[in-house]
C-alpha cells in the first residue's frame, strides 16, 4: 500500500502560454477563465524582461479559442486600451443594453500589436479580436471566426425545471454583430500561399480591404447577407504557421503595421441610441 496526502483545492487552470518570436512576444491564449487578464499580464511582463527594449510587439493568439467569462475578455482588452467601447450587449428588453467601455493603461505601451483568430475562435476570443481591431489598436489576422455572440440567461420553472433563454446578442464597438458573422480579419490568410505574397500586395495597395461598410449596415437576421460577409474570408479551422510569419513581420514594421490596421477601419465608431435601434429589428 502507498499513502498519499492530498489538499482539496480549487485549481484555476492556465490559459496563457508565452514564448519569443525573435524580438517579438507570442502569446498563446487557449480560453478565458477568472484569471486569463492577470496571467497575461504576468506574461507580458516575462516578455518586457527577456527582451528588454528590443521588444517589438505582441502577438495574442486566440486560434482555436473558444471563448469562456465575458469580464475576462474585458479584462484582457483593457490591458491594451486606454478608453473606447469594448463590446455591448442588445436584445428587446431594456434591461439586456450594456456597454463595456474601456479603461485600462495599455501594458504594451503603443507597440504594434497583432491577433491571430480562425473558425474555431468564439465568444469571448472574437470580443477582444473585434474590440482590438475596432479601436485601430492591433491588426487581426487569419480567417473568419465563429460567430458565437449571443447572450444567456437561465430562468427558474415552477416545476422545479430550469429554460435557458438567449435574449441580446454582442456588438462590435462599431455597431456590427458578432452573432453568425464573427470577425473578419483585416489581413485574409484563407487566400495566400507565402508571406512574401501578403507583404507585397499590402506595400503595393493591393490587399483587400475589410468591407466594414456592408458589414456594419447589414441586419443580425439577413442570414444570407451574413454568410455573404463570411465568404469573403472562409473560416479556417486548422492553425496556418503562415499566421504567424505573417504577424512577426507586421509588428516589426511599424508602417507596415499602420497599413494593415487601415484596412479595418471602420466607417464609424460605436451606435448612437437610434441606430442600435434599427440595427436591432429582426
Known sequence: ???????????VAETVVYRREGDVGYFRIYSFNSETAESLKRAVADAEQEI?????????DLRDNPGGLLNQSVAVSNLFLREGRVVSTHGRHPDSHQYFEASGDDIAEGKPIAVLVDGNSASAAEIV?????DNGRAVVVGSNTYGKG???TVLPLPNQ?????????????????LHH???LPSVCTSIYRNADEVMQDLR????PQVPTDRRNGVKPSDTKALEALRKTCPAREQDNPLDVEIAVRLV???EMFASAVRLAEPPQLGLNSEDESLALTP
Open 129 to 133: 479580436a473585434a474590440a482590438l481591431q
Open 1 to 11: 500500500p502507498l499513502s498519499v496526502a492530498t489538499t482539496r483545492a480549487h485549481v
Open 52 to 60: 528588454g527594449p528590443r521588444l517589438k510587439g505582441l502577438i495574442i
Open 161 to 177: 425545471g430550469e429554460i435557458t433563454l438567449t435574449w441580446a446578442r454582442f456588438h462590435a464597438p462599431s455597431g456590427y454583430t
Open 150 to 152: 449571443t447572450v444567456q
Open 204 to 207: 503595393t495597395g493591393r490587399l
Open 181 to 183: 458573422l464573427g470577425v
Open 252 to 254: 516589426s514594421m511599424p
